[in-house]
């Protein structure tokens, strides 16, 4: 098909190498999670009602890191729309896609694979489309892509600011730090595609990562192979066509020193079927500055530039993101205890 990027061709040599490598068979038969389900109309009641949504959202938060939600503002038409654009999108010939000036976007917006992978772990099986919202205005007017993401990016923006106002409060903040430091502008919006894959018990969709944003919005289609880590052992998410799937992201952690997670995941390919997914990633502006909300801090004041940059400097020189633990107060005195070992 002259969509489907060149996977075999590009990774030929990984994908000899792999018949002696073992196939892991673990990778489906992990256990289905049953991820809490909050009603967010809840949140429209009297004030009994809205402090159990709340209450529910923050020990979803703490204990999985990950929940789904449902009546959350974002209509069904529009998800149904972004669907419908997705597909169409990525059935673009590959030569297209490819392009720089693709959709008129940003360069790197259009990605597949992984062009620094030195085994087949590291190759995700997929290919995204990862648009800022800044973009947006660069693409073609009569493009009906642009006016569904466009609808999706602002639903999804007033949702994720109302989550993250609902968590930071229930550490007991009131807090304008989502209001001052999260323009529309800063967030993305990053369109998924997984194609069927030929040795899927072998290579991801998406190699296991945590998204390095506040938070994430995702909708993804009934084909499932979402799986997310849960003390140690990973669980396989049941799509539901109702709900939204919200998960904390690095920076969240961070401000909340901890109280909530951000958990790993990772994508198993589809054998018979290929997959769609769509996230938002609400994001701060670059410079704003990421602290803990309660002392002592566990991890040092940054800024998502600087975080951004740590990540692309560490993915260069081990081939592994790091994150987070890059940043932590405890770090500082590590060379001590070394020399006295
Ligand atoms: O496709 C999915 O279900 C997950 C996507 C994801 O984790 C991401 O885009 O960061
Ligand atoms: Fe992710």
Redesign the pocket.
């Known amino acids: 098909m002259d969509y489907e990027p060149p996977f075999q061709e590009t990774y030929k040599s990984f994908l000899q190498n792999s018949f002696d490598e073992s196939e892991d068979k673990n990778l489906f038969m992990v256990e289905e999670c049953e991820l809490p389900l909050i009603n967010l109309s809840q949140l429209n009641l009297e004030q009994l009602g809205r402090d159990k949504c709340i209450k529910e959202i923050a020990q979803a938060a703490r204990q999985w890191g990950f929940f789904q939600v449902v009546n959350h503002g974002v209509p069904q038409e529009i998800l149904n729309n972004l669907q419908y654009e997705q597909k169409m999108v990525f059935h673009l010939p590959f030569e297209k896609k490819a392009e720089e000036k693709f959709l008129n976007l940003s360069t790197n917006s259009y990605r597949w694979g992984n062009p620094e992978a030195t085994s087949l772990k590291q190759v995700p099986w997929s290919e995204t489309l990862h648009i800022s919202l800044a973009d947006i205005s660069r693409m073609d007017k009569r493009n009906s892509l642009r006016s569904t993401i466009d609808a999706f990016g602002t639903t999804a923006s007033t949702l994720a600011q109302r989550l993250a106002e609902i968590l930071a409060q229930s550490l007991g903040i009131e807090s304008n730090f989502f209001r001052e430091n999260c323009p529309p502008k800063s967030s993305y919006i990053?369109m998924?595609r997984y194609p069927k894959c030929p040795l899927a018990s072998k290579v991801f969709g998406?190699v296991p990562?945590s998204?390095s944003n506040l938070l994430?919005i995702?909708y993804?289609d009934q084909v499932g192979?979402?799986q997310l880590m849960n003390d140690r052992r990973w669980f396989k998410v049941k799509p539901n066509p109702k709900a939204l799937i919200i998960n904390i992201g690095d920076l969240f952690q961070a401000l909340s020193n901890d109280a909530f997670k951000s958990i790993k995941?990772r994508?198993v390919s589809p054998q018979g079927v290929e997959r769609f997914?769509a996230?938002y990633f609400y994001c701060p502006s670059n410079d704003a500055v990421i602290q803990s909300y309660t002392e002592p801090a566990m991890y040092r004041p940054f800024t998502l530039i600087e975080y951004r940059q740590q990540i692309q400097k560490d993915v260069q020189d081990t081939g592994d993101k790091i994150g987070l633990s890059r940043f932590l107060l405890s770090n500082n005195i590590s060379p001590k205890i070394v020399s006295n070992s």
Do not use: I, Y
């Open positions: 990053r998924n998406l990562h998204d994430t995702l993804q192979g979402l995941h994508v997914s996230a």
